[in-house]
């Protein structure tokens, strides 16, 4: 008895002097059958108004509007570039695109000409979660770099299937201009799919020439979920990248004429139906409580091809400009058991992909490199109510156009809300806006906070700093034809 006392009060005396002295944490070690498998559904060039739960009036979305129910809707979350390639290359790296060498005064994105890529040394999602042994998959377009070197099996993906650029590339039959006027007059034109001289790879070869687009989204949809149902009893990494609703618009017929806002609408509800697939199998199969499922766009719409481009709701202008309707984009975080379902107010991007599922698998993020990805697991499982992301910088084109910090965003650089392909707009003075009470970009607060200004220019002139250790151009890189 006496030997029992006095061991109690030895223990006691240990948890006293636990609970007043700091022990250092030692990270989680997860057991395979207790590793989250993640999901990524990326979208191309759909707006922050385009989803029924982000407001749009005529589109329905009821499988995406019921995952935002069940999980959070962000309505300040960024991506990393307001284009395809340096916005993709910024969520699977958790970088600038402007470090990593995927963005370019010379050219927005890679083409088929392009002999570049994402760099070899640069490390992805993938290559983060191989530290555990998910199987990973790339299903959808890639635009990181179409030769073998730069496919995704190069970049830790286990297989791939998809386009290996923009859908709009390699037009062969009828002139990108004809296209572009028979869209903006006509909103049900649909175009013809052979008119896209657009591979369709498996792995590195090419299985399809062009690819059917009329039924792409259902097969990489199919594609998708049987790559779930494949790897049911192992952790696994999908990233499932939409070419829709990039023009040209195609949608499987059996959504043709199912919406009110035309082709544009058919397409949505087309790519709402796929998420639905998705999010049903993982249902089926028990997974969707160990699962994470994240919902985004590369970038805002593409306003100039009017109803055939999306709608960025009450934001300012579109794709290719660093206003907010060319970086905010609509967002959902999905997981039923973890993701605690609600509206998130915070300032969150996709560059913080890498370091939230790093946290969340027990995984590393790269320790010898500048990382721009924050943890955002803390809010998404209720820890925390505040974002460890306070400020966004806004990139294009190699340039620096602006920054947010808190509710202010203070621009030196602009680019044309429709025409964003000219060059920067030099302006007469920065320009100070308010975001908390001015979404929309109207009112210039300029002369009414010279403080302020002040303190956002201190922040551009140390982010040029800090980037001083970017890879070299990658996007300018051409293709060399003997003669």
């Not at 029992?4 to 240990?14: A, H, I, T, Y």
């Not at 062969?172 to 201009?177: A, G, H, M, R, T």
């Not at 494949?230 to 070419?243: C, E, I, S, V, W």
């Not at 109803?307 to 975080?333: C, D, M, N, W, Y």
Request: hydrophobic share 35%; aromatic share 10%.
């Amino acid at each position: 008895m006496l030997k029992r006392s006095c061991f109690l009060l030895l223990f006691s005396v240990f948890l006293t002097s636990c609970s007043t002295q700091k022990i250092p944490s030692l990270p989680i070690e997860k057991s395979a059958e207790s590793l989250p498998n993640f999901v990524i559904i990326f979208t191309d060039d759909l707006g922050y108004g385009d989803l029924s739960c982000f407001g749009n009036p005529t589109i329905k979305t009821p499988h995406l509007d019921r995952m935002a129910e069940e999980g959070q809707k962000w309505t300040q979350f960024y991506v990393a570039d307001p284009v395809c390639t340096p916005s993709r290359a910024g969520l699977l790296t958790g970088r600038y695109p402007i470090r990593n060498g995927m963005s370019s005064s010379k050219r927005a994105v890679l083409f088929p000409d392009s002999a570049g890529g994402l760099p070899s040394e640069e490390v992805t999602i993938a290559e983060v979660l191989k530290q555990k042994n998910y199987a990973t998959a790339a299903i959808g377009k890639w635009h990181l770099g179409h030769l073998p070197q730069h496919l995704p099996r190069t970049q830790g993906f286990d297989s791939y299937l998809g386009i290996p650029y923009s859908n709009d590339m390699d037009l062969i039959n009828e002139p990108y201009v004809s296209y572009h006027n028979k869209a903006q007059k006509n909103p049900d034109y649909l175009a013809n799919t052979n008119n896209y001289n657009v591979p369709l790879l498996q792995n590195e070869t090419e299985i399809e020439r062009p690819c059917n687009q009329n039924t792409y989204t259902r097969r990489i949809t199919e594609k998708s979920v049987d790559f779930i149902k494949a790897h049911k009893d192992q952790p696994f990494f999908l990233y499932f990248a939409h070419n829709q609703p990039h023009i040209p618009l195609f949608a499987h017929a059996d959504f043709i004429g199912s919406s009110k806002r035309g082709l544009y609408g058919d397409v949505l509800h087309e790519l709402d139906w796929s998420v639905g697939q998705i999010l049903q199998t993982l249902r089926d199969l028990q997974l969707d409580k160990n699962t994470i499922v994240v919902f985004s766009s590369d970038n805002g719409p593409w306003l100039s091809f009017q109803t055939h481009g999306g709608s960025a709701g009450p934001l300012r202008a579109g794709k290719g400009t660093t206003f907010e309707g060319g970086q905010r984009v609509p967002t959902i975080i999905w997981g039923p058991g973890q993701v605690i379902p609600g509206v998130v107010h915070e300032i969150g991007s996709t560059l913080d992909l890498m370091k939230t599922f790093a946290t969340l698998s027990g995984t590393e993020i790269p320790k010898d490199r500048k990382m721009d990805s924050y943890d955002l697991s803390p809010l998404l499982l209720g820890h925390s109510t505040a974002s460890p992301r306070t400020k966004f910088y806004y990139w294009t084109r190699g340039a620096l156009h602006a920054v947010r910090s808190g509710k202010w965003k203070l621009h030196v650089l602009q680019r044309e809300p429709i025409d964003y392909w000219k060059e920067d707009l030099l302006l007469d003075h920065p320009e100070l806006y308010n975001l908390e009470a001015d979404i929309s970009e109207k009112y210039d607060q300029f002369e009414a906070n010279p403080d302020k200004v002040a303190e956002l220019q201190a922040l551009l002139k140390a982010h040029e700093l800090d980037v001083a250790d970017r890879l070299p151009d990658n996007l300018e890189k051409r293709i060399v034809v003997d003669e």
